[in-house]
């Protein structure tokens, strides 16, 4: 399958006939109206292939693809009524969800994905697109489960970890020019077993504070108009950023993966915020 990389500033969302991911591609359109996007809207058949030993009812996968079709036709209408602006193209896949996603991820701003819904993409339920999506998506992937906050805060949490690679960062920062809000960075850190406990917290946290600054300095001066503040907290990082990103508009991590084909090789801290946040989290591949 070949990645459409014609459209310059362009937002991917997955969608099938569930509520997690209507409101996934719900938040997929105000994001590309914001962001002076494009939305692009996907459904996989999952269809078997030519070679497949699989017997197939008579006309069952011309019926799929007139079900699927119409399914991205009922969801472009909505989204257009509710930005007549908005430019919506709909793509059909006859490939699985995980697959077609990382493949239209490539030159993509964004590609977005619900959780917990039925078939296709939000389906699969956290384990299988969500985190394949952020396992190997060539662009930010943003993972959207539960109920979007009526009236959500406006800035982005950005987790950062010890050494923190710039892309996240850099991704935080873009979009935060982009939407004229603030960038909140947020370190957890917990004391080392190795320490029994008894370093000064005090001391500690400045030393977090004082990484945290250094990793961010660049982005500071490149982005002046970028107002940003940051937090240390003392506790596990998944609880810590799920708190701290409570309401917020977005939240910010690396994808700090480890790969093999396919595999699910998301760590911890993702796999967390994922399963657990709900607040949309934006998970940034290195490179």
């Given at each position: 399958m070949e990645a459409d990389t014609a459209t310059p500033r362009r937002i991917v969302v997955g969608v099938d006939r569930s509520d997690n991911a209507a409101r996934a591609a719900a938040w997929a359109a105000r994001e590309a109206v914001d962001r002076g996007a494009s939305?692009?809207?996907?459904?996989?058949?999952?269809?078997?292939g030519a070679s497949a030993m699989v017997y197939e009812p008579p006309g069952f996968t011309a019926t799929q693809r007139e079900t699927g079709a119409k399914l991205l036709q009922r969801h472009a209408a909505a989204l257009q009524e509710l930005h007549p602006d908005l430019t919506v193209t709909t793509e059909l896949s006859e490939l699985e969800a995980p697959e077609t996603l990382v493949a239209l991820s490539s030159g993509a701003?964004?590609?977005?994905?619900?959780?917990?819904?039925?078939?296709?993409?939000?389906?699969?339920?956290?384990?299988?697109?969500?985190?394949?999506?952020?396992?190997?998506?060539?662009?930010?992937?943003?993972?959207?489960?539960?109920?979007?906050?009526?009236?959500?805060?406006?800035?982005?949490?950005?987790?950062?970890?010890p050494n923190e690679v710039q892309a996240p960062i850099r991704f935080a920062f873009e979009s935060a020019a982009k939407l004229g809000i603030p960038v909140r960075a947020v370190r957890a850190w917990q004391a080392h077993p190795g320490f029994g406990g008894h370093a000064d917290p005090t001391e500690r946290e400045n030393r977090e504070s004082d990484e945290v600054d250094a990793l961010l300095q660049d982005f500071r001066r490149e982005y002046p108009d970028v107002a940003v503040s940051r937090?240390?907290?003392?506790?596990?990082?998944?609880?810590?950023?799920?708190?701290?990103?409570?309401?917020?508009?977005?939240?910010v991590v690396g994808a700090h993966r480890h790969h093999g084909p396919l595999s699910v090789g998301a760590g911890y801290v993702v796999h967390g915020l994922l399963s657990h946040a709900p607040t949309p989290v934006a998970v940034v591949p290195a490179s």
């Amino acid at each position: 399958m070949e990645a459409d990389t014609a459209t310059p500033r362009r937002i991917v969302v997955g969608v099938d006939r569930s509520d997690n991911a209507a409101r996934a591609a719900a938040w997929a359109a105000r994001e590309a109206v914001d962001r002076g996007a494009s939305l692009q809207l996907v459904h996989a058949l999952h269809l078997p292939g030519a070679s497949a030993m699989v017997y197939e009812p008579p006309g069952f996968t011309a019926t799929q693809r007139e079900t699927g079709a119409k399914l991205l036709q009922r969801h472009a209408a909505a989204l257009q009524e509710l930005h007549p602006d908005l430019t919506v193209t709909t793509e059909l896949s006859e490939l699985e969800a995980p697959e077609t996603l990382v493949a239209l991820s490539s030159g993509a701003e964004l590609v977005v994905v619900g959780t917990r819904g039925h078939g296709g993409f939000a389906g699969m339920l956290l384990g299988s697109v969500s985190l394949k999506l952020a396992t190997h998506a060539h662009s930010p992937a943003v993972v959207v489960r539960g109920e979007d906050p009526v009236a959500p805060v406006q800035e982005i949490v950005l987790g950062v970890e010890p050494n923190e690679v710039q892309a996240p960062i850099r991704f935080a920062f873009e979009s935060a020019a982009k939407l004229g809000i603030p960038v909140r960075a947020v370190r957890a850190w917990q004391a080392h077993p190795g320490f029994g406990g008894h370093a000064d917290p005090t001391e500690r946290e400045n030393r977090e504070s004082d990484e945290v600054d250094a990793l961010l300095q660049d982005f500071r001066r490149e982005y002046p108009d970028v107002a940003v503040s940051r937090s240390i907290a003392h506790g596990n990082a998944v609880p810590v950023l799920i708190e701290a990103a409570r309401g917020s508009r977005l939240l910010v991590v690396g994808a700090h993966r480890h790969h093999g084909p396919l595999s699910v090789g998301a760590g911890y801290v993702v796999h967390g915020l994922l399963s657990h946040a709900p607040t949309p989290v934006a998970v940034v591949p290195a490179s």
